[in-house]
């Protein structure tokens, strides 16, 4: 026998945007490739983790998280969408929203299942089924307006089939599901004894009156739901890796236990920092950041708009996807590498984002960045007109 890798590594290898981060460093550019916020952490959880390490809570945690934090989630999943969350039983704190979907995919799916991804689809829902064993099996959602087709959903169900994930608001498309289509997925769960996986981190970055609305506010779909949230992007935390799953407890005890067995518990001090800006932050706080934002998406997809570039308008998050037509290059890897050299601004490329063949004339953009650095990118890329 010779020595080797294993086989999951082939889903587990340098994702494209973080090749595209590499490659704007080399170029000393802009990065609007990789989903990092640039909006300052709010005051309270700064002081609140730097208070914690100063006061000694710098020692493991309960695997699933630290009281304070678990009940704070509680209530505000309470005042934001009239939902009762048990603090005891029904939360999970991890590393990161994506260490909290590790943990979920590890606890219920088996090698061999099969769950559904809407596509185009954020690469790390996919590479996370596959580490686990799980098989991605892939709905179209249709532009320009992102919608899917109740008979595509059909045609995937099969015998292995057991769960079907969701991102809402989405990246990368900024599609935020309306209360309408999450009624037609929850009939389809419900018929096919289907569990819901839906990633949530995007809640709070939402425009044109836009609402969220969780699978698990939805009658009947508490116990087969789990939420998938985090921090990162509502406080611009994004290497303190604290993010949350949601859940019946008859899920949540060995989801739990994956995460004490990954991760131990999620960073101490993070956890209080946390805490304390849920707490200390008023609904305006959250107001604020959609309202910001979508000042911001308007800024940028009128210059692409402009330069020939058309955007695909998004709903939420903070990505936005747009044509490339007029980019020279072959795939889209090619022109995103195209408009780096001749702009210095870094995009991800849109195969990226699907699994055979598609998004060859996309690229996403990331714009999540402070009015001057946004107000150079726009400068740049302009160039390109």
């Known amino acids: 026998?010779?020595?080797t890798l294993s086989d999951r590594c082939d889903c587990s290898m340098q994702s494209e945007i973080r090749m595209m981060s590499v490659e704007c460093a080399r170029h000393d550019g802009i990065n609007l490739s990789q989903g990092v916020c640039d909006i300052p952490i709010p005051k309270a959880v700064r002081t609140g983790a730097v208070?914690?390490?100063e006061s000694g809570r710098n020692i493991y945690t309960h695997f699933t998280g630290i009281s304070s934090l678990k009940a704070a989630i509680a209530d505000k999943y309470r005042r934001f969408y009239g939902m009762e969350v048990d603090p005891k039983s029904e939360i999970i704190v991890s590393a990161g929203a994506t260490g909290a979907l590790n943990c979920v995919f590890q606890a219920i799916l088996n090698p061999g299942d099969e769950v559904i991804v809407f596509e185009?689809?954020?690469?790390?829902?996919?590479?996370?089924?596959?580490?686990v064993g799980a098989e991605?099996?892939?709905?179209p959602l249709h532009s320009p307006d992102w919608v899917f087709d109740a008979d595509d959903l059909e045609r995937a169900v099969s015998s292995r089939l057991k769960a079907i994930i969701i991102n809402t608001p989405g990246n990368p498309t900024g599609k935020v599901y309306t209360k309408e289509e999450l009624a037609m997925i929850a009939s389809f769960a419900e018929a096919h004894d289907l569990f819901v996986f839906t990633d949530e981190i995007y809640e709070h970055f939402l425009y044109d009156g836009n609402q969220h609305v969780s699978p698990a506010m939805l009658d009947g779909m508490r116990h087969r739901t789990i939420v998938v949230s985090g921090f990162s992007k509502t406080f611009s935390v994004t290497g303190w890796r604290i993010g949350y799953a949601i859940c019946d407890p008859k899920w949540a005890s060995a989801i739990g236990y994956f995460?004490?067995?990954?991760?131990?518990c999620a960073p101490a001090p993070f956890q209080v920092g946390i805490s304390k800006g849920i707490k200390g932050l008023d609904d305006g706080y959250y107001r604020g950041l959609s309202e910001e934002f979508?000042?911001?998406?308007?800024?940028?997809c009128k210059v692409l708009d402009g330069i020939g570039m058309k955007p695909s308008i998004p709903e939420g998050a903070y990505y936005v996807l747009a044509d490339t037509s007029g980019i020279s290059g072959k795939t889209s890897l090619e022109k995103a590498m195209y408009i780096l050299e001749k702009t210095n601004v870094a995009c991800?490329?849109?195969?990226s984002f699907y699994h055979d063949g598609g998004g060859e004339n996309l690229v996403r953009f990331c714009y999540a960045k402070d009015d001057d650095v946004l107000d150079e990118a726009c400068r740049r890329l302009e160039l390109l007109g």
């Not at 185009?120 to 580490?131: D, K, M, N, Q």
Request: proline content about 8%; glycine content about 6%.
């Open 51 to 53: 208070e914690a390490i």
């Open 294 to 300: 979508e000042v911001k998406r308007d800024r940028f």
């Open 136 to 139: 991605p099996v892939f709905v």
């Open 348 to 351: 991800v490329p849109g195969k």
């Open 259 to 264: 995460n004490d067995l990954f991760y131990v």
């Open 120 to 131: 185009p689809y954020y690469g790390y829902h996919v590479s996370i089924l596959r580490a």
């Open 1 to 3: 026998m010779s020595l």
